[in-house]
């Protein structure tokens, strides 16, 4: 009975642990706790819920994968993107890490956007992202958060996203990532639940 208990508590205790841990595919460039949202992330997150609740729909859960990956696309676009080309902020620098695009209005690299979940993490869903920028990288990031909500509302794609309106209508979140770093704001949603668990929040 007692060894009964023990190989319970132990396979229990095992979960939980897994459930705490982005489960990565590969070494990443950057030192990302993704276990722990910032405060301005956990704010952002919870902004996009409440906002989601004053439509009469349900929170989305934050992700740990999700804001791994949304963590790791904040940075690699204050690092590397440059604006005033045929990029836009769905573009991923090159890397070793990941597979590479320019994202153009036309979506002919949507790909790029869906697999990265798959690439980073196990999570096994698409991932599709929102994202926003302001010039002042001097911005705190809790007015980043602010900014970025608001800018997403007047969008109508963008807004579509998070409030399943449009193309959007049919489709259910299951996960959220959030990442910010240095004047960009971004937010991944996935149609599955991330079976490594939420990051930890501060608050």
Known sequence: MNKIFLLLTFSLLSFALHAQIPPLKTTLPYSCDTLRLTHAEEDLGRMINSYRQSKNLPPVPFSAALS?????????????FSFGGRCNLHTWSKSPYWSSCCYTPDHKSAACMWDKPRELTLYAGDGFEIAFYTSDETTPDKLLAEM???GW????GHNDIIINRGKWRNVDWKAM???????????WFGELTDEAGAPRLLH
């Open 153 to 156: 509302k007047t969008s109508r």
């Open 68 to 80: 791994l990956v949304a963590r790791i696309h904040a940075i690699d676009l204050s690092e590397n």
């Open 148 to 150: 970025a909500l608001n």
């Open 177 to 187: 990532g959030i990442g910010i770093c240095r004047g960009y704001a971004v937010i």
